[in-house]
């Protein structure tokens, strides 16, 4: 089965890619940004993947409330089924 997981470092994002033990990374211009707080990357993120054609859906997981209203104010912008998942925040060693 593939796997795919986008790496951010800095303004550079990677598309690495496993299958049967074997790794690759891709560059991914499309995600280069100079934008420090992941909130706004991570919408980004959902407008390139709401343009993938192998999407059906986004999901984002967070426990910020800033990254919900980001994405009502984005949403028009992308394309497939948007879902905010809310995460729990818990804390160091409980």
């Known amino acids: 089965m593939n796997k795919e997981l986008f790496f951010v470092k800095e303004e550079m994002c990677e598309l690495l890619t496993g299958n049967q033990g074997s790794i690759n990374s891709i560059p ?3 995600l280069y940004s100079s934008h420090e707080e992941a909130d706004s990357r ?3 993120h959902c ?3 709401s343009q993938q054609p192998t999407t ?3 999901i984002v997981r967070s426990p910020d409330s800033d990254v919900f ?3 009502l104010s984005f949403s ?3 394309s497939k089924q ?3 998942a809310p995460a729990v925040e818990t804390t160091e060693g409980s």
């Open 42 to 44: 991570i919408i980004l």
């Open 82 to 84: 948007l879902i905010f």
């Open 47 to 49: 407008m390139y993947a």
């Open 69 to 71: 209203l980001l994405l």
């Open 76 to 78: 028009n912008a992308i």
């Open 56 to 58: 059906e859906r986004v």
């Open 28 to 30: 991914v211009p499309d």
